[in-house]
Structure formats: C-alpha cells, structure tokens
C-alpha cells in the first residue's frame, strides 16, 4: 500500500527519521489502541534523546488516542453487526453512511462516508451508548507525561480541493491501477477498505470505468479531507489555528 497511501518517498525516509511507516502487514490486525500503546513505548526512548517528537497526520482518532487515550466504549454486538453487514451486502456503503446520519447527525460527519468497518463500529456505538460520537471522542483525556501542542496546517478549501485532485492524478500517474490490481485479492481485509482503493476495486469488478473511479476517489477524499476539519473543529480549544507554513513551524 505505498502509492494509495501517499508513503513519504525515500529521499524524505532518508532526510528525517520516520517511525510506523511500514512496520506492519496488511494481514496483521491494527487499531488506534494497538497504536497508542506502540507510539507512548516508542515516545518514552525518543524523549530521551529529542526535546520535541512531531506527531503528523490526519486521522484524528489515532491522534486523540496518542495524546488523550481511549475512551472504554462497548465491545461489538454480534448481532447487530451481522444486521450491518448484511446491509452493506444487499444496500451498499452509501445505505450504512445514511442510517449514522439519521443517528447521530453532528457525529457522523466525522466518520469516513466510504469505510464500511468504521461506519458499522460508529452505529454500534451510538446505538449501545445512545451519546453522539462527538461526546463519546472527547470524553475522559488521559493525562500524559509530556507537554502537547497542536498545530493545525490549514488552507483555504479551494486550494484544499484542488490539491487532493492533482494529487490523485499524480498517484495514478505512478501506477496506482497496478497497484491496486496487485491487492485486488486481499481486497476483503480491513487494511484495503479505505478511499482510493475501494473505488479501484469497484473498478476492476466492472462497477465503474475508471475515469468514474478516479472522480469518485477525488470526490471521497475531499469529503474525508472535510470531516478531518470537523473533527479538529471539534477540539479547537487545544489547537493553534494559526495558517502556518512549513518554513514557520520547521
């Protein structure tokens, strides 16, 4: 998963020490708990050594899991989760997107409307707790033994926008076709079900021509890119919303 994930290249793995970059297979298990508890082991020798360690990334839940840790959330009902798959299967990823909305309205914004896995544990949730994902994210900070500062990189979303769509041109470019062709037949792993490689996915089974593949990933990944903002809007009170550029903060 190198092109769909958008890997830093070799010359940046060379410049700067990059950690959980490659450290694991797309066969092995892994979770924002699993996570946090490798990135604080990994956090208490790098601090020995670093006065400052940059955590970078948008996926604010494992962000929320590092410096806040987890909240204790229900374990997954079997059968309702059978019930949602078996919705998935007869309906499809947009009918499950759609039950979260009517649910939890506000919450579901944070969710990725294209990943099944996460839109099921979200409705367990909301169902089993009867709270809004909002409350149950920011519930219960965990004290950690080191200072946090956020800082969020924003743009204006048009050039947002047109950035995640060259940027996808860019990875077809570099082959992402193959590559998603190569991991075609593990495409039922939990790993393989996220933006960019559902659509390739969908493609190679005949649901859609690849230009319509292509528009649907730029389409999916700005929607993701606009809930990332929801979910550091939600937490606002602790970050830096200053537009920084990189030269400002490196």
């Known amino acids: 998963m190198t092109i769909g994930t958008a890997k830093p290249n070799q010359q940046q ?18 979770n924002a708990g699993i996570f946090e508890r490798e990135a604080l082991s990994l956090l208490e020798n790098l601090f020995k050594k670093h006065a400052t360690v940059i ?10 899991a590092l410096c806040e840790g987890l909240d204790k959330l229900p374990e997954a009902n079997d059968e309702l989760r ?6 998935l299967r007869l309906e499809g990823v947009t009918t499950l997107h759609k039950l979260l ?19 099921m544990r979200a409705i367990e949730l909301v169902k089993a707790t009867g709270k809004s994902l909002l409350e149950l994210k920011l519930n219960n900070a965990t004290t950690r033994p080191f200072r946090i500062q956020h800082i969020y ?16 041109d860019t990875m ?11 991991l075609f037949p593990y495409k039922h792993l939990k790993a393989l079900q996220t933006v960019g490689y559902n659509e390739l996915f969908d493609y190679l089974e005949g649901k859609y021509s690849l230009d319509e593949a292509v528009n ?14 929801t979910w550091f809007k939600s937490i606002d009170s602790k970050i830096d919303y200053r537009n920084f550029k990189l030269d400002e903060i490196v």
């Open 13 to 30: 793995l060379n410049t700067v020490p990059h950690h959980f970059i490659n450290h694991c297979s797309i066969h092995d298990p892994y």
């Open 55 to 64: 955590v970078c990334g948008g996926t604010g839940l494992y962000i929320k």
């Open 82 to 87: 059978e019930e949602l798959q078996q919705l």
């Open 101 to 119: 909305v009517q649910l939890d309205p506000e919450g579901s914004k944070t969710v990725d409307a294209a990943n099944p896995h996460r839109l």
């Open 153 to 168: 990189m924003g743009i204006d979303r048009p050039e947002l926008y047109s950035r995640i769509n060259k940027r996808v």
């Open 172 to 182: 077809m470019e570099q082959g992402f076709e193959v590559e998603a062709k190569d």
């Open 216 to 229: 649907l990933i730029k389409q999916h990944t700005r929607n993701y890119a606009k809930r990332q903002v």
